[in-house]
């Protein structure tokens, strides 16, 4: 069985410029969750996805970063304008409906915004 | 909103050596989830705690939730290279510590 999928694995873009990143979760798995990660410290949450719906977008900075998930499957979430402050790793998980506290993630993608 | 605090940040160790790492809420938590994310990968799923006061063993870990179930603690016995990394807890609500990073000196 694959894993989450996460494209590109890294990313280099001047400020100002728009970037997106893309997510493929584990097959049936309905919950679908976006992470910011910073060194030294912990997954934050940005968004978390029932099926297509957002069900928690409390903090996903909303004037500049979108996220959607059209059919309920992939998910894509994109920045823009780029500022140095969004430097990180961008992380994917899934769950299954039965099993929503164990969460399967992606391998990121290294953002760089110079 | 909810949050847990992870102590120690940091902990070195002597290969053989047991590490502890301890996962504490102010609020009472339904649940609770230990991940482990070696250096430059990914966090991976390790266990879940429901119960007040349940303790489960992987091999040479050990995971317990306190009674109040406002605490979690992570014992590895005779640490090994392999467990070299950054732990993680989950409180729920997608709420991650900021980890304990255990180096392990052979």
């Known amino acids: 069985e694959a894993g989450v999928v996460q494209s590109p694995r890294y990313k280099i873009i001047e400020k100002k410029q728009p970037v997106a990143f893309w997510c493929n979760p584990i097959?049936?798995?309905?919950?679908l969750y976006w992470y910011l990660q910073n060194l030294g410290q912990g997954p934050e949450l940005l968004i978390r996805y029932e099926n297509e719906e957002a069900v928690d977008d409390s903090q996903l900075p909303k004037d500049r970063f979108s996220a959607e998930r059209l059919k309920g499957v992939d998910s894509t979430l994109k920045i823009q304008p780029a500022e140095l402050g969004d430097s990180a790793v961008y992380l994917c998980a899934s769950s299954a409906s039965g099993e929503k506290n164990i969460q399967y993630f992606g391998a990121g993608t290294r953002l760089s915004v110079l | 909103g909810q949050q847990v605090m992870q102590i120690p940040q940091y902990q070195h160790v002597q290969e053989g050596e047991d590490f502890t790492t301890y996962c504490n809420s102010s609020t009472t938590l339904s649940n609770i989830q230990w991940y482990k994310q070696r250096p430059g990968g990914h966090p991976v799923f390790l266990i879940q705690?429901?119960?007040?006061?349940e303790v489960k063993k992987q091999k040479r870990l050990t995971f317990q939730f306190g009674e109040a179930k406002k605490n979690s603690s992570l014992h590895i016995t005779a640490t090994q290279t392999t467990d070299v990394g950054t732990y993680f807890c989950?409180?729920?609500?997608?709420?991650f510590g900021d980890g304990t990073t255990l180096t392990v000196k052979p």
């Open positions: 705690l429901v119960k007040s006061g």
């Open positions: 097959s049936g798995h309905n919950t």
């Open positions: 989950n409180a729920g609500k997608s709420t």
